[in-house]
């Protein structure tokens, strides 16, 4: 079994900050990537942001500049630093990672069960 555990996410006014964690745990073999994605209400789930083992980062242009990704390969954790943000950022974001459970097993995609992020005044 592998889990995926969001915290961080709550009420924030507009031009705010919040950071989100992501803990994978289980039996993991190795992590590929991790990333944050996000769903608003009537909207299709989007990419916000990856981050690979190497370290390497993909954003989606409506956060760049604003959002960065981060991970702790140690720890299976990776982190989203949140900041100015804007009510249009107001969605349901779930943590997502790619790994293997062993050496001989495929590649597979696991998903967190998501927090609430609300940026309202």
């Known amino acids: 079994q592998v889990q995926l555990v969001e915290s961080g996410g709550g009420l924030v006014q507009p031009g705010g900050s919040l950071r989100l964690s992501c803990v994978a745990s289980?039996?993991?073999?190795?992590?590929?990537?991790m990333g944050w994605f996000r769903q608003a209400p009537g909207k299709e789930r989007e990419l916000v942001a990856t981050?690979?083992?190497?370290?390497?980062?993909y954003y989606a242009d409506s956060v760049k500049g604003r959002f960065t990704i981060s991970g702790d390969n140690a720890k299976n954790t990776v982190y989203l630093q949140m900041n100015s943000l804007k009510p249009e950022d107001t969605a349901v974001f779930y943590c997502n990672a790619v790994l293997r459970r062993a050496v001989v097993d495929r590649v597979a995609v696991y998903w967190g069960q998501g927090t609430q992020v609300t940026v309202s005044s």
């Open positions: 981050i690979s083992s190497g370290g390497s980062t």
């Open positions: 289980g039996v993991i073999f190795r992590i590929n990537t």
